[in-house]
């Protein structure tokens, strides 16, 4: 297929999903919600299942479940997240702020610090308080004390261009936050389905 006809085919989709009532494309994005936290939770929790992860995020328990009580918590604590992220999209990408950021980040890693994390000082919400290594190379990201700013300026330009969520992957990875993987995912997914959702407005 080429690129004219994929932008073609892009465009039809587009227009179809914008007909749809705000109502229906929400509960669309909402029904979501199970898929992508399986997705997501399931990389460094094998030992979840999709029916764990509905049962979870449709009923708030599971049954026979004989796994972390930490991969619950990362189940709801993305279920929750994601329905913050919709949130944000429905609000325009001026309520993309270091604030929204850092609470979807509390959000996602709410009761699974282990007690190492606690006692170095680091909470949900927050910054790492101290430097680490954030790729293969082992390069070091912001000192702890340039993170604001530096969250600030990236904020800035993703704000600025509306969809260029893919900067959270090149530069958000060097700041220091616990899960800033998942917290990226979750926008990252909404900017890119960001044409289609049409704000969800």
Not at 71 to 88: F, K, Q
């Amino acid at each position: 297929m080429s690129d004219s006809e994929l932008a073609v085919r892009y465009a039809k989709l587009v227009s179809r999903w914008r007909a749809l009532p705000k109502a229906e494309r929400r509960e669309r994005v909402k029904a979501l919600i199970v898929p992508a936290t399986y997705n997501s939770t399931r990389i460094e929790n094998d030992e979840i299942t999709l029916r764990d992860t509905a049962e979870v995020l449709r009923d708030g328990s599971v049954v026979n479940f004989t796994g972390k009580l930490s991969a619950l918590y990362e189940i709801d604590n993305h279920g929750r997240a994601w329905l913050e992220a919709m949130d944000l999209v429905e609000r325009g990408p001026e309520a993309l702020t270091t604030e929204a950021v850092l609470w979807l980040q509390a959000t996602l890693t709410e009761h699974t610090y282990d007690a190492e994390r606690w006692e170095r000082g680091e909470r949900p919400g927050t910054y790492k308080v101290h430097d680490y290594g954030v790729d293969i190379d082992a390069a070091v990201g912001y000192p702890p004390e340039e993170c604001p700013p530096a969250m600030e300026d990236l904020l800035g330009e993703v704000v600025a261009y509306y969809g260029a969520l893919d900067a959270f992957h090149s530069e958000g990875e060097l700041l220091p936050l616990v899960d800033f993987n998942r917290v990226e995912a979750i926008l990252m997914w909404f900017d890119a389905a960001g044409d289609i959702l049409g704000s969800l407005a």
